[in-house]
């Protein structure tokens, strides 16, 4: 009977101990720590390269004589009708280029920077008009060719933009400058007679003017696969720059097989176009 009772007894402490170890409170999982993500700062020194392409409005070379000493050439350029040249310039441009930028607030705010780049140009056109001198049945004409070529093109310029977190609108304007190529020449031409070369010449010299523009910039996830540093720090952009390096008057000069002047005449060049461009910048510092 005692061994009854007892085992009774053991059974219902078993019982009570589980009732109590369910009323005990359960262990969970702490709540997940929130870390917030930094906001981009576009702030810093960056580098990166260019490649886009260039092309220039359609611009009227003029030549005209402007001294007469009896070779009646001042006659040929009228009569002809070749005073006035059509020329349009478009190519391939690449490069690199470097800057700061400080941004006022991080997240969202005003950028402010200035950058500076230097590329290569491909633009380079020459145009060729030839016309019969006393009509388009005569068997005597005038041809007029010119060249203009851009070899380089670089720009100082001050950016300001707004930035919406990895996202950067910005304008920006400053100084631009090139090497610019002129040549233009004007020949008299008869059957039968060798080509006679009225007056040419040319100027290759570094040209200064002015360039603005705007973009739109952004800064690559870590897991783009153009993000090849797989780092905060690359961005991409796509802008658009507009350059005027001004006008040129080139002296053209021709003289007789005696070296006497027979002509002196200008031709007037403009040197002026658009760029529209894709960048990518590593951004140092990040």
Do not use: C
Request: charged content about 15%; proline content about 3%.
């Amino acid at each position: 009977m005692a061994k009854i009772v007892l085992g009774v007894g053991a059974m219902i402490g078993m019982m009570t101990g589980t009732v109590a170890a369910a009323d005990l409170p359960r262990r969970s999982a702490p709540p997940p720590v929130f870390v917030p993500v930094p906001a981009f700062s576009w702030t810093g020194f960056y580098a990166g390269v260019q490649a886009g392409y260039g092309f220039t409005d359609r611009q009227t070379v003029r030549t005209a004589a402007t001294s007469v000493n009896g070779s009646g050439t001042d006659f040929f350029i009228e009569r002809s009708g070749i005073a006035s040249l059509s020329s349009r310039q478009q190519g391939f441009v690449a490069g690199g280029q470097a800057g700061y930028n400080y941004q006022l607030t991080p997240g969202a705010g005003l950028v402010l920077g200035i950058e500076t780049d230097l590329a290569y140009t491909d633009l380079d056109e020459t145009k060729r008009r030839s016309r019969g001198l006393f009509g388009s049945g005569s068997d005597s004409a005038v041809v007029t060719t010119t060249r203009q070529s851009l070899d380089f093109l670089g720009t100082v310029r001050g950016r300001l933009g707004y930035a919406f977190d990895r996202v950067l609108v910005y304008g920006t304007g400053g100084l631009a400058y090139g090497n610019v190529n002129y040549q233009s020449a004007t020949s008299f031409q008869l059957a039968g007679v060798p080509t006679l070369d009225l007056f040419g010449g040319g100027i290759d010299r570094l040209e200064t003017g002015f360039a603005y523009g705007g973009g739109i910039e952004y800064a690559l996830p870590t897991e783009s696969f153009l993000n090849v540093f797989r780092s905060s720090a690359v961005t991409l952009k796509v802008e658009y720059l507009h350059y005027d390096l001004g006008k040129r008057s080139v002296p053209l000069t021709s003289s007789s097989g005696l070296g006497q002047s027979l002509v002196e005449a200008t031709s007037r060049f403009r040197s002026e176009g658009s760029v529209v461009r894709v960048g990518l910048n590593y951004k140092f510092g990040s």
